[in-house]
């Protein structure tokens, strides 16, 4: 199946620093998107983009999506403490019902 | 309020033994998922359903089985030819078809965390 593929695979940042999350795919798609999963639970989206689509905000959250490259990235600014979690991108392709995830991105932010 | 329940949230199994997880969401979506998720590999897509009474295999079906009998409800049950069955396994559920036939954003339960004894 085509997974996307985050990197990197850990990120620790201090709070109030940006952090800087990629995926890569590697067949076409429709939509891309972000999700956040805490340590034990279940994942909350967060973001989708469309493959029309170049960038999109959401409070702190800046996506990209450059389908020539098949890459996206997710940006928080300001990070906080609470932002600590695993970030996952998730995308479909043409004549797929379902979404593939990769493997995630953890990121810790320390106070 | 609005969402999907998932029970129980921790599982003992004894090897041999079949075990059902449960799923119920009241979003009234289509379309209803079974994740599984290892530490460091991700998501896995298990079984999926579009609509009651029809359901399609995912990536790793094998020892695995669910069924579609109410919208509201999709269980999974894990069966003793699941060779590796301890995991952390998460149900999710979509509105669907979205204007472009792909899934949207998915709302996911806490999840069910299974270990064999």
């Known amino acids: 199946s085509q997974q996307g593929e985050e990197d990197p695979q850990a990120l620790s940042i201090q709070e109030g620093e940006n952090a800087t999350m990629n995926c890569s795919y590697k067949t076409s798609i429709n939509n891309l998107q972000w999700y956040r999963q805490n340590s034990g639970r279940g994942l909350v989206h967060l973001i989708l983009i469309r493959s029309n689509e170049r960038e999109k905000h959401s409070g702190r959250l800046r996506v990209t999506l450059d389908t020539s490259k098949k890459s996206s990235s997710l940006l928080i600014t300001a990070s906080r403490a609470a932002d600590t979690a695993s970030y996952f991108c998730?995308?479909?392709?043409?004549?797929?019902?379902?979404?593939?995830f990769g493997k995630g991105t953890m990121l810790l932010v320390s106070p | 309020d609005g969402g999907i329940t998932q029970s129980p949230k921790y599982l003992f199994r004894k090897e041999g033994q079949n075990v059902t997880l449960s799923c119920e969401q009241n979003?009234?979506?289509?379309?209803m998922y079974w994740y599984r998720q290892d530490p460091g590999q991700g998501l896995r897509l298990i079984y999926y359903?579009?609509?009651?009474?029809?359901?399609q295999k995912g990536d790793i079906a094998e020892g695995y089985s669910v069924s579609r009998e109410k919208k509201e409800s999709f269980p999974l049950t894990v069966t003793s030819a699941q060779k590796n069955p301890t995991a952390f396994y998460l149900c999710a559920s979509t509105r669907f078809p979205t204007g472009q036939g792909a899934p949207g954003e998915l709302f996911f339960g806490e999840g069910s965390r299974l270990t064999v004894l």
């Open positions: 359903s579009q609509i009651v009474n029809d359901f």
């Open positions: 979003l009234n979506h289509d379309a």
């Open positions: 998730a995308t479909d392709s043409t004549g797929y019902s379902t979404l593939t």
